[in-house]
């Protein structure tokens, strides 16, 4: 059998890169016991965690185990890195690729870069547009909301750099998306409502709520309570965010 060290770290590295790009906790425990399968390991015991993962893995009953612990610290949604992690468990479950083909492939999933920051902030401004049109928006809130993500998109790229915790980046990030949309709203008149709801839409954790339910549904109910309590709380500090920027102006809108 190939070396156990080099096993450990391919599955672990499959379950830490599922757990950062947005997975559910019980999808990143079958990937690695379907990973151990395809590697041969009879006994597999994973705990995973929306923060962290705890693997024990041994080759078969009776030999001496062999534990990981794994810090997860920072988490988004990265569709395509999650797509091309459970392709890779795939093969290894068909026995198509050894322990060190699998983890060489995982690495390379995790250097590829991430698109351009340019596109980011452009694709990020848009979805804020268009979610204002869907709110009802015309065609001048559209615009404002727009310069509201383009606002919003340059500015959390920093917030990371600095080390700022995610929910008082989202008091931040609401704080700034109603003043940019109450100024413009002074230069000439506009929806407020759906110009600043459009705006901050894309960041709302829609995927944490999803994944909430589908692991408490799966009976992982710590998992399925941390991330119910990190989509309100991302919910209650952008509100906040906004309800600050609006007392400063008195209180008139």
Known sequence: MADMNVMLDAVCLAARL???SGSETYRAEETVEHMCKGFGIQKADVLALP???ILTLSEKEGDAAHTRLIRVRSRNTN???MDACNAVSRQVARGQLTPEEALKKLQDIQHTPLPRFLWQVLFGALSAAFFCIMLGGMAEDFIVALLCGLLIHLVMPLLGRWHVPGMLGGLFTGFLTAQLALICNTLYPIHLEPA???AV????????TTNAIRDTIKGDLVSGSARISEAVLTAVFLAAGICI???MWGGKY
């Open 196 to 198: 600043i709801s459009g």
């Open 79 to 81: 569709l395509s890195r």
């Open 51 to 53: 923060t962290g993962l």
């Open 201 to 208: 839409l894309p960041l709302l954790s829609g995927l944490a």
């Open 245 to 247: 920027a609006l007392s």
């Open 18 to 20: 599922m757990l950062e």
